[in-house]
């Protein structure tokens, strides 16, 4: 439930009070066996041994030179290749320094690029050691013995602990970095055939034909370098800074789009909804579970199937929507299988409105509890018995009841034409500044999930349907709830209580015995004496940003219905930082695509 904009009336209800919840896509997977920490000690001993090697490697080189090696001079080897070999020495340092940094977040195609490159550089420190050895070399002879004990040390611990790094990146990613990268390359190398064919012979004292053009921006790129061109002008020298700043883009580009996270693609598969319907019919424990069902998150589950964890994705985070759901002695192995997929995908988890059930359980997975708000649950055998006569709602509803207001009950399905007259209301209660659609944990108006579901509406002595309320389903035995709450901008003062004393009675008829009338978001944070800094942060907000949401003015009007009251927490990783991530991506994922 979001705040309201402004502090209500005594007899309003604030503009937040809107029901409804959105949900769900599906990926099937199988429950996990309990990860090791991401950054634990071998991690880190890998990225700093990665580290340190690609600094040898770039460095290396610069305490060679080819003229101390005069024995170089008598072997066959041209001093393209020998200087060619220096360069992927470099480059292959370079990138095990931003490899390094990918493999620190235990990405498995950094691995596997390591183990690749670190290959082909024990190969060429090999050669060129030898290459050094019968070259008369001293110092530099231990220096290329070092590098290659320092690459064989690096893939041994990159194999012996590959088991570690099993973080994945997006393929449709690494797909589109190969992609850029050739048509980056092919740009790059067309600049460079232009820009040789164009330069007049001043420039360098050659004229180039488009063979030679082509030859010389290819060694470029492949690292051997064309070291009898002398630059004679100045536009000469900065056309080869140019080039070499065109491949370096280009490689750069591809580079980062290897290691991207996976990113979270909606996809919708009507078999795995139906599965989640089925797990949640025999584990599900409240409210919050009926959205779960909608179309804007994503599923895994254990390979049993009954257990369920319903997501999405946004900002490298995977937000779940209260707790996750299955037999409670199977839910600390499935959580932990839940949080080791996540982690391999890239992504933090966050768990926003759980309940107090599970609270030892996410501190178990090291996770982080914050206390966000107060679910208002209300009894409706007191309600209907102690709580309707009191005069908040008495007086309100006799005089009401006497000018021919009442309530309606519609069973569905129901027809367009009253669909139409329910989206009228929707739209212009939606016309109203800071009043807009959410998404995930809130409702928005869907024409075809509101032709299955029962309506209550507000009507006007004429018959003019003033408001509305949709009934759904709580999966905590004898509860009910509403998705959406829309009224018309124009309504008699106290309609709404009266709608609400209304509906209550009439589900209290039905046979319902509890009533849940959502999250009053900060309600009751940071009040106790243990309370933690971020809760007590949040208690501030409450007190002092009120003016602006209006945070107590919801309370009051729930408190108007004599509820108990139910902490809601949100659970998260990583500390301060990954509570402020998880908060922009809950905003992020709130907001409808």
């Given at each position: 439930m979001e705040p309201a904009a402004n502090e209500p009336a005594e007899d309003e209800i604030p503009e937040g009070f809107d029901y409804a919840p959105a949900?769900?896509?599906?990926?099937?997977?199988?429950?996990?066996?309990?990860?090791?920490?991401?950054?634990e000690g071998v991690v880190l001993l890998v990225v700093l041994t990665t580290f340190l090697n690609g600094l040898v490697l770039s460095f290396q080189p610069l305490f060679q030179r080819f003229e101390q090696h005069q024995r170089l001079f008598d072997m066959a080897v041209p001093f393209g290749i020998y200087h060619w070999s220096r360069s992927v020495s470099v480059a292959f340092g370079v990138a095990l320094v931003c490899l390094a940094f990918n493999l620190f977040n235990r990405k498995k195609a950094s691995w596997y690029i390591a183990v690749v490159g670190l290959t082909l550089s024990l190969v060429i420190h090999v050669l060129r050691?030898?290459?050094?050895?019968?070259?008369?070399?001293?110092?530099?002879?231990?220096?290329?013995?070092?590098?290659v004990f320092t690459c064989v040390l690096n893939l041994a611990l990159l194999l012996i602990y590959r088991t570690r790094f099993n973080v994945k990146s997006d393929p449709r990613n690494i797909k589109q970095g190969v992609i850029i990268l050739a048509l980056t390359l092919l740009v790059a190398i067309?600049?460079?055939?232009?820009?040789?064919?164009?330069?007049?012979?001043?420039?360098?004292?050659?004229?180039?034909?488009?063979?030679?053009?082509?030859?010389?921006?290819?060694?470029?790129?492949?690292?051997i370098g064309n070291d009898d061109l002398t630059p004679h002008t100045r536009f000469a020298q900065w056309f080869l800074e140019s080039l070499n700043l065109a491949g370096g883009i280009s490689g750069a580009i591809a580079f980062f789009s290897l290691f991207r996270p996976i990113e979270y693609k909606l996809r919708t598969v009507p078999a795995e909804r139906a599965l989640m319907r089925k797990v949640l019919d025999e584990s599900g424990k409240d409210a919050l579970d009926n959205y779960k069902l909608l179309p804007d998150k994503s599923y895994i589950f254990s390979d049993n199937k009954q257990c369920a964890a319903a997501y999405r994705a946004a900002l490298d985070v995977a937000i779940h929507l209260g707790d996750p759901v299955g037999p409670t002695d199977q839910l600390p192995s499935f959580?932990?299988?839940?949080?080791?997929?996540?982690?391999?995908?890239?992504?933090?988890?966050a768990f926003m409105q759980v309940t107090d059930r599970n609270l030892q359980m996410y501190r178990d997975c090291g996770l982080s509890v914050l206390k966000i708000g107060e679910d208002a649950i209300v009894d409706l055998?007191?309600?209907?018995?102690?709580?309707?006569?009191?005069?908040?709602?008495?007086?309100?509803?006799?005089?009401?009841?006497?000018?021919?207001?009442k309530l309606q009950k519609l069973s569905p399905p129901h027809s367009d034409a009253l669909i139409a007259e329910l989206k009228a209301i929707s739209d212009e209660w939606l016309s109203l500044p800071g009043r807009r659609e959410r998404t995930f944990s809130l409702g928005y108006f869907d024409k075809e999930q509101l032709k299955s579901d029962t309506v209550f509406v507000l009507l006007a002595p004429d018959g003019t349907k003033l408001a509305f309320v949709n009934q759904v389903k709580s999966y905590a035995p004898g509860e009910v709830s509403i998705d959406m709450m829309r009224h018309k901008n124009e309504v008699p003062n106290g309609s709404m209580d009266y709608l609400f004393c209304k509906l209550l009675v009439a589900l209290h008829d039905e046979g319902f015995k509890r009533f849940s009338l959502g999250l009053a978001a900060m309600s009751g944070v940071g009040e106790t004496t243990d309370a933690s800094l971020e809760e007590k942060a949040v208690?501030?907000?409450?007190?002092?940003?009120?003016?602006?949401?209006?945070?107590?003015?919801?309370?009051?009007?729930?408190?108007?219905?004599?509820?108990?009251?139910?902490?809601?927490?949100?659970?998260?990783?990583?500390?301060?930082?990954g509570l402020l991530r998880t908060t922009l991506a809950i905003l992020r994922v709130a907001e409808p695509d």
């Open positions: 949900a769900a896509v599906t990926t099937v997977a199988s429950d996990e066996a309990h990860e090791s920490k991401p950054h050691a030898l290459m050094e050895l019968h070259g008369g070399g001293d110092s530099q002879d231990a220096l290329a013995g070092f590098s067309a600049y460079g055939v232009i820009g040789f064919s164009i330069l007049a012979r001043r420039d360098f004292g050659i004229e180039f034909q488009i063979q030679d053009a082509f030859m010389r921006t290819l060694r470029l790129f492949l690292l959580l932990r299988g839940f949080v080791s997929m996540c982690h391999r995908n890239g992504w933090k988890v055998d007191k309600f209907a018995k102690e709580t309707k006569d009191k005069k908040d709602f008495r007086s309100r509803n006799k005089k009401l009841e006497k000018e021919g207001y208690h501030q907000i409450y007190e002092h940003m009120n003016r602006f949401f209006s945070y107590k003015g919801l309370r009051r009007y729930k408190s108007k219905f004599d509820p108990t009251w139910e902490g809601r927490y949100l659970v998260y990783e990583s500390g301060t930082p």
